[in-house]
């Protein structure tokens, strides 16, 4: 499916009905990774309409030269969720990349969101990240790209990677994210940060944005559930699955919205 919003055309995928949930993957992939790790879990509860919308310059979505900064692309998220949510109650969820566009997307559009889930988030505070040390090695399986990015290097962690994550590797506008890129912190907004239902959960191994940073999101967030999850990088959603649903079934009972 495809929703014209500013000068962008933003392909998304769309499954069920009833509550929007707006779902944001990260960097240098497309909205395969997110639907596959998120579907599962969201898609075990009724009553709720996920969408999940390529970011702009990855997958099917341009990223023109109009877009220059993180903040473009935010605008365009904001757009895109007016155009496809009707402005009702709608629920946010984002890895990586896609949860610092979802905290903002959150923080712009209080009366509008009911619920946010932020998986491995990145944040302008990142610290403390942990040097890369796999703790399940089989073998050398794969490439560079899939031992810097998965700690549980298996032949199912393998798998996963070659379906859900290398193929969006030559759709991605390098010039147009490293463009963006340059400016990727966003403009804090004027009032509090969200003040909802949230969850927030972060791999004990990650080392590209650490688990450090997403707790002192417990400060900043008052109805927030922290939860930082041992055996896991920043592939958090493929290599503990299980957990992530869990958590993501509790939070979505904290909402009020789920069937």
Do not use: I, K, N
């Not at 969720?81 to 905290?103: F, I, K, M, R, T």
């Not at 907004?189 to 972060?202: E, K, M, N, Q, R």
């Amino acid at each position: 499916m495809e929703g014209r919003v500013r000068d962008v055309t933003v392909h998304y995928e769309e499954h069920g009905a009833g509550t929007p949930v707006l779902v944001l993957h990260g960097a240098g992939v497309d909205h395969r990774e997110a639907e596959a790790c998120f579907e599962p879990a969201l898609g075990a509860h009724g009553g709720l309409r996920r969408l999940y919308p390529d970011l702009p310059g990855q997958g099917r979505t341009p990223a023109p030269p109009s877009l220059r900064s993180a903040d473009d692309v935010l605008d365009v998220l904001l757009a895109f969720g007016d155009e496809v949510l009707g402005g009702g109650p709608a629920l946010v969820v984002g890895h990586s990349a896609g949860a610092h566009y979802a905290q903002a997307v959150a923080a712009r559009r209080p009366d509008q969101v009911a619920g946010l889930a932020l998986v491995c988030p990145l944040l302008p505070g990142v610290r403390d990240v942990p040097a890369h040390r796999p703790l399940v090695v089989a073998d050398r399986l794969g490439d560079e790209d899939f031992r810097g990015y998965f700690v549980l290097q298996t032949p199912a962690m393998l798998e996963r990677y070659q379906r859900l994550v290398a193929p969006a590797a030559p759709l991605v506008d390098a010039a147009a994210l490293e463009r963006m890129g340059e400016r990727w912190e966003l403009t804090a907004p004027d009032g509090p940060a969200f003040g909802g239902p949230t969850l927030v959960v972060a791999g004990r191994q990650d080392s590209t944005v650490g688990y450090a940073a997403a707790v002192d999101l417990l400060a900043q967030h008052p109805r927030a559930t922290l939860a930082v999850l041992d055996g896991a990088g920043h592939a958090l959603p493929h290599e503990q699955p299980e957990l992530l649903a869990a958590l993501l079934a509790e939070w979505l009972r904290r909402t009020d919205l789920a069937g």
